[in-house]
């Protein structure tokens, strides 16, 4: 660990902490119903009646007494606002052009460390689901004592099968952190694995999946980011003063266009797991990425008596001998017979027919359908 | 055989041949394409550029040399007139309300027999496909003088499985009719059989489907028609005599309201075979009436290198490990991804997916939607 402001556990680590929420990502497997002008985050993908991003919002605003910084893009800025109605202006980062994730979260810490360079960040996706509340938000807790010592800390989700759609969590021994009972030292993050070595990873019992989730000291995040990537820092720096005066337009417009695009995985939590500068908690709520169609499925189970998932309001389906899941983002009927764990997204301009099994190739068909020059639908 | 204006054949039994078209049926088994609004005649759904209703009278009108009448809906008015701009208005005959076959058929031989009681009328639904024209066409002409010999002249076609969505035909003795070397004599007409008893129709080569055509001298099917329903045959009469007078509208919405429902089968064809009165021509065109989506897939190949046959004007369809059909009647775009066999009907207000084994179940969601009150989509 390094030492960047430590200091013992205590209520008043918590006065230190604020929330961070990169609202980025189209999305690209739930096309149709997710796209550019309508992104994942902005829908509500388990028929709890809130947006993936209101329900982000509402696990993380008790932990940071309602300070919580968003990044999104700028052609979201309103629909984002209807959201998150309290969320204020200057917390509110908008990215003229996609920067990928050092950028946008090494601007949350560049900011926050201009006004309190003891700030402990959480950054927390937009776009995922997460129950219980309470279990995720005393893993937070936890996380915030842990980065309080001085580290960046991830949370590791238990992984219930041998995923190769994401990166792993190598953990290392026990951390002795008061307040944070279940800290492990982090030996290295692994990226996508095959699925034998998937197998193997669940078989040890050390890995878990990278969620991409983090608690540090933004202090400790901009030392690695420097380290890693001087002339992204420098960049960040140099909007982060001007974000809070009259100068930040100016500033933004010139600066931001230059930045490199990097994952914040290889600017800073890569290298700094290879400095011993990370840690780990277990994180052992219920977690999803809602990375495809099929997610909607688990995520909104059937009615009773039925097979098939309908999501939408005032949606009009028939079926008969019909399973899978309907999203229906229109007012037409929809007639379904004799198939079965069938995937069906109907939207005004666009209509995806495909099967749960087929979900992840979503992607491919975005990707064809860009190439051909059919962006109106994307 | 009855003795009503029989007469040797000749060319000009040619100049006593009426078409008559019969454009009713909403085609319910190809919801939501076929509607109240848009039935099947009025689409076109062999690719061939023409709508049903266009072919049927293309078929006919070299025949009769254009001498053809069109029963339909008063709601289809306008679309019947702007698929035949040539049709004289004196033989467009719009029905108020539906009154089935025997009525719609029975007032085109009543106003024909107004006309001139010597006509021979050839009736042939507007839903139907059949190639090649020449073929069938010769196969009227045997019809036409088989009918001049005082018959009503059904035309045969010959089964290619033991369907059990079809009436047949029981064929008698051959018939020896100058300019009609296929006539044979008529047994009897049977119902939609069991799948074994269509089995043994086909075996016993005697049987062929009833695809509703028929041949006749308009006084003979009056003749039946007055033996067999003397209520209908007087209400019919009636509007007849008053059909190409100024008095037409009053008799017409006095009298057609009052008239029994009931089909030209029972009402005409099968009392008359009773009584020996009718014949068959077998039709060896091939035929089809794109009874349901499956059908659509047989008359609409799909392109070389394509399991997917796509309809529709600028349909936008992107697929990948898909075949089946769709039919695209919007601008959306549609992306299939690994589902086979699927039928996938995209309306305005409406979408279907189901896959070609249960084409025929199309008609249960539709009796269904009607039950349920969403008549807006039917």
Chains 1, 2 share one sequence.
């Not at 999305?27 to 809130?50: C, I, M, V, Y």
């Not at 840690?279 to 990375?291: E, H, K, N, T, Y």
């Amino acid at each position: 660990m390094t030492n960047v402001n430590p200091e013992s556990a205590g209520a008043d680590v918590f006065d230190r902490f604020y929330g961070v929420i990169p609202a980025g990502g189209v999305g690209t497997r739930l096309w149709p119903l997710s796209r550019a002008a309508a992104p994942k985050f902005l829908h509500d993908l388990t028929g709890s009646g809130s947006t993936l991003i209101r329900a982000t919002y509402d696990r993380l605003a008790p932990l940071s007494d309602d300070r919580v910084m968003v990044v999104t893009g700028l052609l979201h800025r309103s629909a984002v606002l209807a959201q998150l109605p309290e969320i204020q202006q200057e917390n509110l980062v908008l990215e003229n052009e996609p920067k990928d994730s050092a950028a946008a979260i090494g601007l949350a810490a560049a900011i926050l460390y201009q006004r309190d360079p003891s700030i402990i960040m959480g950054s927390f996706a937009a776009d995922q689901v997460i129950t219980p509340v309470e279990v995720f938000q005393e893993t937070v807790r936890e996380a915030i004592h842990t980065a309080a010592q001085g580290y960046i800390v991830t949370i590791g989700i238990h992984p219930t099968h041998p995923s190769t759609g994401f990166g792993y969590i190598k953990a290392g021994e026990p951390l002795e952190i008061e307040g944070a009972p279940s800290a492990h030292a982090v030996v290295e993050f692994v990226e996508k694995p095959s699925e034998d070595t998937a197998r193997g990873y669940l078989r040890s019992g050390n890995y878990s999946w990278n969620a991409g989730m983090f608690v540090a000291p933004v202090a400790l995040m901009l030392k690695h980011l420097l380290e890693n990537e001087p002339e992204l820092h420098a960049g960040l720096m140099e909007i982060a003063e001007a974000w809070d005066t009259e100068n930040r337009r100016e500033v933004v417009l010139r600066v931001w266009p230059t930045l490199p695009k990097t994952a914040i995985d290889y600017a800073v939590a890569e290298p700094a797991a290879a400095a011993g500068d990370v840690a780990m908690i277990p994180g052992i709520f219920s977690w999803d990425d809602v990375g495809d169609f099929a997610a909607i499925g688990r995520l909104n189970p059937a009615a009773e008596n039925s097979e098939l998932t309908v999501m939408g309001d005032g949606a009009r389906v028939y079926s008969e001998d019909a399973s899978g899941i309907v999203v229906s983002d229109t007012k037409r009927v929809i007639a379904l017979i004799g198939i079965e764990d069938v995937v069906i997204v109907d939207t005004p301009d666009a209509l995806l027919v495909t099967t749960k099994d087929h979900a992840q190739e979503v992607k491919k068909a975005v990707e064809h359908l860009k190439a051909s020059g059919d962006t109106d639908v994307l």
